[in-house]
């Protein structure tokens, strides 16, 4: 009876080993890819820049207005309508190129719900230029927003900023003064490049609505 219970230990031990074994070989040549948007939105190498590549991390809250200032800025799109754009629950790509300036500006957005803003910060390093959009009408939210902005320009000391207050053109929107006071940009080192423009919902033909686009614009080939 010992020989035979030392027999089957021995014939456990065996199979164990085989398994492991088995599974570390499966493991290694049947290894499987996920996709990745950090993998997929490289780091910015030299080469990036001789070849004219500049990367544009668009960030805010959910609601903020993101999806429709890029369309916005997107030649040829049909005219955003206010509440047009459904909200962005993961990432969203969109690629300009300025010939006047042999630059093509890449744009990545990442969504602004709660589950997706811990991730924002493993993204500014790969990026030459932060714009951050904040919903001017939504008062309630402005302190959140300020929580947000902050903690990301504590990562990046150097990073350049651009501060969005869209839907300038919404009742109760709070104007450019209010907006620089309520997100504390006072307090902000002045060796910061940061900047505070604003901006509309509806991003229709009118003359305002497409100043404040190429104003963006303009400052944005500025900073790369």
Not at 5 to 23: C, E, K, M, Y
Not at 180 to 189: K, M, P, R, T
Request: proline share 5%; hydrophobic share 40%.
């Amino acid at each position: 009876m010992l020989l035979l219970r030392h027999i089957n230990v021995a014939l456990t031990a065996v199979v164990a080993a085989f398994g492991s074994a088995l599974f570390i070989a499966l493991s290694y040549f049947y290894r499987r890819r996920q996709w990745s948007p950090v993998a997929q939105y490289c780091p910015i190498k030299e080469e990036d820049e001789d070849a004219g590549k500049r990367q544009v991390l668009v960030l805010g809250l959910d609601g903020a207005g993101k999806s429709s200032m890029l369309q916005g800025l997107t030649p040829g799109q049909p005219p955003a309508e206010a509440h047009g754009c459904g909200p962005t629950r993961g990432f969203n790509f969109m690629s300009l190129s300025v010939p006047r300036r042999a630059t093509q500006l890449h744009f990545l957005e990442i969504g602004g719900g709660e589950n997706l803003r811990g991730y924002w910060s493993e993204y500014l390093r790969r990026t030459h230029v932060l714009v951050y959009v904040v919903d001017s009408s939504d008062r309630r939210r402005l302190p959140l927003a300020k929580a947000e902005l902050h903690r990301l320009l504590r990562v990046e000391p150097r990073l350049p900023v651009v501060v969005l207050g869209n839907k300038q053109d919404m009742p109760g929107a709070v104007g450019v003064p209010e907006l620089h006071e309520a997100l504390s940009l006072g307090s902000v080192s002045e060796e910061r490049r940061l900047y505070l423009l604003a901006s509309q919902l509806r991003n229709d033909s009118s003359s305002s609505s497409q100043h404040g686009l190429q104003a963006l614009q303009d400052l944005l080939l500025q900073l790369v």
